[in-house]
């Protein structure tokens, strides 16, 4: 095999086209041999090899810098610079991340896992290298899916200021997570249609010089368009049209379902894992289609991922004008949720609490400012949600429990969760963020309330004395742990609280704690630094009331495990307990 041979970005230099394009079938082997087994994102992988062999063979990396737009399809850069073994040996299986890793080497150059920002880096590379007056081709990586951020727009206009050498290679599979939206995509077809020929051609309308390459699965046509661009002394487009999941049927057929996809079968391609049960995509999908059938003004909004709230194909089909999904534009979703809500409609937008983070000057200035009653459903807003150091959703309780007229509200359980979501929905009084729990679907048989206009009214669901427990959203199940491990040691029974609202803190019931209890306990699934609990020790502040805070230091943790982190952060009810005992 042609790849036991390749350490490094050299070693294909030797190759000619056929032995090169061997090496691409090995390639798909490696990637086939991990996705398989570990899952991961298998349609933008296997529908780059060629492109990525072809810049490694023209180019010279790491002088000439590659940065790819989310990394989603960096795994055969990683092969061909020194990672293979992470792909073709089982037991080095997590020796990488998912995502370009400067750590790993020397020829990433930053750790990116969010959408639409590969422009704007390169162009920051293409300006360091002018300003020390070096030399070596900038190439950004970005596939037209991400072409719809703002960002990526914001580095597309500014690109042809530097008036010096920087790539943008176009990857145009015709393809985002799910599919494309929104009218640029009109254009991208249409000069994949003409051969790049068309007279109307977006690159060109922001001053970039321009190259077409219509099979982008071909090594020897992408060779002769990088040879043709190395070195060129002005930005310019390269834009190649790839088959995303090329070299695997059912990756080709079901684009969607293979962006992707968990551990499976090579031969049949059924998962290994087929899960089942109860979830709240599935579930949301499912309460969301019984609103818009009653009620036209229902609308969902997603930002390219649909399925995170269950919108698979067939639902959208089925919800028609009153499912929405704007592509990659996060900020745009939240803006149009404030316009459709001050409009007499009744919009949900959904997405992972990492892409939030996108979004804070529309919550802010957009929804919050006008108050207007739209509804946020934040996904994985948990440590149990994703692991990936770019995909962390652990800081949105600082970040939006903090804008004024927000209402954030942390579910404890399945029913809760619905009842705060139907609530949210026909409300008109204010803008609500919910958490979706994370830590599975956990069923209560107790009645949840179903009006939480009374803002910040807590919910005592055991009375005690002496200690109290304030456990908020995903951690209120480690908060009836440490109830009853206390009553087990101690024959006391403390005082078990379900806060629900986020962004406020119920300051009668507080009080009352005063005269009957000496400690607060306080949990939440989120970093302390500016979070729930530091709200309730603020509180306490000038009292003899002894507070203590639990949940997660701030710091980016990458590829964790739950009970790891839980216990490294004192999180467990055992060690809760001997904190405070």
């Not at 290298?129 to 070096?134: A, N």
């Amino acid at each position: 095999m042609y790849i036991e041979k390749i350490n490094s970005p050299a070693d294909i230099k030797a190759l000619n086209t056929e032995q090169l394009n061997t090496l691409a079938t090995e390639i798909r082997l490696g990637l086939m041999n991990r996705l398989s087994k570990r899952g991961g994102h298998f349609g933008p992988n296997f529908g780059f090899v060629e492109a990525t062999i072809a810049l490694h063979y023209i180019f010279d990396s790491p002088k000439d810098k590659f940065v790819f737009d989310v990394s989603h399809q960096c795994y055969t850069h990683k092969m061909l610079t020194g990672r293979k073994e992470a792909f073709f040996s089982d037991e080095h299986f997590s020796d990488i991340s998912g995502y370009t890793n400067p750590e790993e080497s020397e020829h990433d150059f930053f750790n990116v896992g969010h959408t639409s920002t590969s422009v704007s880096l390169a162009c920051g590379l293409a300006k360091g290298r002018d300003l020390k007056g070096e030399t070596g081709n900038v190439i950004a990586i970005i596939g037209d899916g991400s072409l719809s951020g703002g960002e990526a727009l914001e580095g597309l206009d500014f690109a042809s200021e530097l008036e010096s050498n920087f790539i943008i290679l176009v990857n145009d599979n015709d393809m985002s997570i799910a599919e494309n939206h929104g009218g640029l995509y009109k254009n991208l077809k249409a000069l994949r249609d003409s051969k790049g020929k068309c007279e109307c051609n977006l690159f060109k309308a922001m001053g970039l010089d321009y190259f077409y390459v219509d099979k982008g699965n071909d090594i020897e046509e992408l060779i002769s368009a990088f040879r043709k661009v190395k070195d060129i002394d002005h930005p310019t487009v390269v834009h190649i049209n790839t088959i995303k999941g090329k070299g695997y049927e059912p990756a080709e057929t079901h684009k969607e379902e293979w962006h992707w996809h968990m551990p499976f079968d090579p031969e049949t391609g059924n998962d290994f894992y087929t899960g089942g049960g109860e979830n709240y995509g599935d579930m949301t999908c499912d309460f969301l289609m019984k609103k818009m059938k009653t009620d036209k003004k229902v609308v969902a909004i997603t930002a390219a991922v649909p399925t995170n709230i269950g919108f698979n194909e067939d639902k959208r089909k089925a919800a028609g004008k009153q499912f929405v999904d704007v592509g990659i534009a996060e900020e745009h979703a939240v803006a149009m949720a404030s316009g459709i809500a001050k409009a007499g409609g009744k919009p949900v937008f959904a997405t992972h609490s990492s892409f939030f983070q996108r979004t804070y000057d529309q919550i802010s200035q957009d929804l919050c400012i006008n108050n207007n009653p739209a509804t946020l459903l934040v996904n994985t807003a948990s440590v149990y949600g994703m692991h990936d150091i770019t995909h962390l959703g652990i800081y949105d309780i600082p970040m939006m429990s903090n804008i004024p007229n927000l209402v954030y509200l942390a579910p404890t359980n399945c029913e809760e969760y619905f009842a705060m979501l139907d609530w949210s929905i026909e409300q008109d009084m204010y803008p609500v963020a919910i958490r979706i729990p994370c830590n599975g679907v956990i069923h209560s048989d107790k009645p949840v309330d179903t009006d939480y206009s009374i803002l910040n009214k807590y919910k005592t669901t055991q009375q005690g004395t002496e200690i109290a427990i304030i456990a908020l959203g995903d951690f209120y199940q480690i908060g009836e742990e440490l109830a009853e491990l206390i009553s087990k040691k101690t024959g006391k029974i403390p005082t078990l609280i379900n806060p629900r609202y986020i962004t406020g803190i119920d300051m009668e019931l507080l009080e009352h704690l005063k005269s009957s209890h000496s400690t607060v306990v306080t949990l939440e699934d989120g970093i302390l630094n500016g979070g729930f609990g530091e709200k309730i020790t603020r509180f306490y502040g000038t009292s003899e009331m002894k507070v203590y805070n639990y949940g997660l230091k701030k710091e980016f943790i990458d590829r964790y495990a739950v009970e790891d982190v839980l216990r490294d952060n004192h999180l467990t009810s055992e060690q809760i307990y001997s904190d405070i005992f």
